[in-house]
């Protein structure tokens, strides 16, 4: 296995998902669903084996990839899908307390199969999904037994005993809109089940506005840390998609089309760099009438400061909480000024603003590294 | 000129420099020297034109270029340095108050020469080196007249009139260990002189210890933002080469030789993520008696915890001075528990101590963007 399938972004391991399916090859699918104690990775990770290509994805710092990997020939022989706990714990000094190596981990490991399609559709759709799937219990479901629950419809049928359903429905919104993942246990009237809730989020979009060599640092960084790019370009032509071609689209436009240009929503956020004052301008005003939740701005303070007369002046006003989402300066203050280190900065500020961190060094974080939801029903 | 090349870090400018000195290609080198008012890059930002070959880095984000073009084809043809200025700051709409197309930016253009091997040696050698360059007054002294200054052995020679180089000789020391950049205006009795002055300090060491696949994201993220990077596996032959194709070193070491491994210096970071308990106790332990400003451990504060009682039962004891170079868990909060968004967090705090900054939002930072050294001597 490289080291660049195993670190690749999710959007990646969901495309791999996805074509095997199309290609109906066969493959097994590893999903973490749940840590007690520390670990690499969190649960929702994912690894797809295939006997003959390429491993993707990680499911742990490589600690149980070996042992992951013998149980996929199985699950592949016998087409059953499976849970395995490893318990990693033990006060063993060569294991010890490692990370990734440490705590209880638990795997669902599944034939890939068309149960799989609703989520690789909706992720590639750019629809959330909660993907409920039978891990354990005494009720009347198979392990892997799967439905699916759709922000807006709710339930996509009855697959689960009713009563499971109606104690689930009522947790699911915020697991899944928070794209977290979580194994709950259910006591209903069926008897007790587990179930692995996971809400399958696509990526943030995040939308640069300019035409300048700065951009390219700026995408493949936003790239690595699985944002989905688009580049506009306000000078025709110049943004062409070899300046930049890891960009999952490039288009141009006129500054005054900013707000029509594709949909705004609380899941994209907007990077303006076109170093031009007007059109940075245009931009900004059309952006702050929209719901995006991040509006990077390059340049000094006192840019901005101008940019607010204006609008003052032509009699506009903006509400402070409006003005909140501003980040100009744009970037974390981490030092540096060659591009990728601007760039960096710029892609640090997106991630704690994507999941809701006040950026800080780690060890000052009081509680755990890993925001959680608790969804156990009481 | 391609995305690639504008973007590439310092240390690859400063490759290409010495490889286009070695093939005694004909090159121009522009460096900013000045920057009135808010600029992109910084003093000391630098460009190298070839005719034929290439260019490389950046001094603008893009507004200049195309005029640094031109005069260096003029430089080339009658062979003299000459500085350049140019003035941004028009209320001229179009450019307006861009970022990079704002302010005044001043350039030194010269043929690439002898006159700068010393400074590629001495970057290749890991050594900081102060270059002194004439940019202008009325002193007897060439645009482009050269001299260096190492902060164990002082001024290379007397190049400069003596005067001048008493002058310049206290604050020196400040700004070469900083790796700061500015032009000073000196008068003495030879007349007034102006001076660029630019620290050129190697790129900070980071040593990862580890050979797990989530060794080699961080790699690539440090790379990027120019650290040199030397990885070392505690478990001999797994962390080879091909495992992290962009690290400048990889060896393979025993836990209890870490100590002894390299020179430890306050220009060395140390990220330690080997995921075994016993051999990142034994790594830290010895990190803890290096001045190494960072210690990067991966895993849980409680591990830590474990390390420091372990620590105490052997009868060793370490400062709280010395501990607080310790970062655990690792990274600036900001969420996200793919490889990549795991070493992005890891990198943007190494990006923040080596430049002693503070992570936080741009916004919420008091004072400029840059740091800043004032050595006009008054």
Redesign the interface.
Known sequence: ?S??D??L??TDVFDRIRTTLEAESEAVLATVIAVEG?A???PG?KMLLSPDGPEVG?IT???LEDEVRALAADVLADGAPRVETWDLTGDD??????????GVITVLLEPLGESYRPVVDAYRAGETIGVLTVVGGEADAAIGDRTYYRPNDGFEDETFPEAIQDELEAPLGEVIDAGDAETVSIDSSDGNIEVYVEGVRPPPELVVFGS???I??VVK?AK???FRVTVVSFRGGQADAD??PRADAVMSASPREVGELRQWDRDTYAVV??????D?RFALEQLLETPVPYIGL??????FD?MREEFTEEGRTFTEAELERV???????????????????I???L??V??????????Q?IGP???RIDITPD
Request: glycine letters at 10%; proline letters at 7%.
């Open positions: 296995m080291t660049s195993w670190s972004p999710e520390s690499y990775r969190r990770a990680s710092a490589g600690c000094d060569v294991w010890g307390l490692g990370v990734g190596c440490n300048g060599h700065d390219d640092p960084l690595l840390v699985d300046r930049v760099m076109s170093h031009n004052f007007l940075d390059m340049g000094p303070r006192k840019r101008e980040y100009t300066p744009i970037g974390l203050s981490l030092g540096g000024d060659a591009p990728f280190q601007i760039a960096f900065s892609v640090a500020e991630l704690a994507a999941h809701d961190r006040t950026p800080q060094h780690l060890t974080r590294i890993h925001d």
